[in-house]
């Protein structure tokens, strides 16, 4: 079992930046893939960005070079493992609830999702 809390999600003017962080609790040693998913109101939740086996790095088209996401090695621990994503340039398209996933051991796991809100 993975457990996942995110925080970090506020209203930011366009062109601003936020970070979001998600830390992941419980069975650290089977996680196989971290990422971020994001859903818009009257939208279908969409990858945002995922690390697979701590190396291989995807983000979604409409976000590249504006949003990067990382593990803090530093702060991982045996029951804990954090990944944050570092949004830049934001724009009003990019409000939507942002939810952090894991793929561990082929099941999913979510966290209950927090709010980014960006104002033209």
């Known amino acids: 079992q993975v457990q996942l809390v995110e925080s970090g999600g506020d209203l930011v003017q366009a062109g601003g930046s936020l970070r979001l962080s998600c830390a992941a609790f419980?069975?650290?040693?089977?996680?196989?893939?971290q990422g971020w998913y994001r859903q818009a109101p009257g939208k279908q939740r969409e990858l945002v960005a995922r690390?697979?086996?701590?190396?291989?790095?995807?983000?979604?088209?409409?976000v590249k070079g504006r949003f990067t996401i990382s593990s803090d090695n530093e702060k991982t621990t045996a029951a804990k493992k954090i990944v944050y994503l570092q949004m830049n340039s934001l724009k009003p398209e990019d409000t939507a609830v942002y939810y952090c996933?894991?793929?561990?051991?082929?099941?999913?796991?979510w966290g209950q999702g927090t709010q980014v809100t960006v104002s033209s």
């Open positions: 419980g069975s650290i040693f089977s996680i196989d893939d």
């Open positions: 690390i697979t086996s701590g190396v291989s790095v995807e983000y979604a088209d409409s």
């Open positions: 996933s894991a793929l561990a051991s082929g099941a999913s796991f």
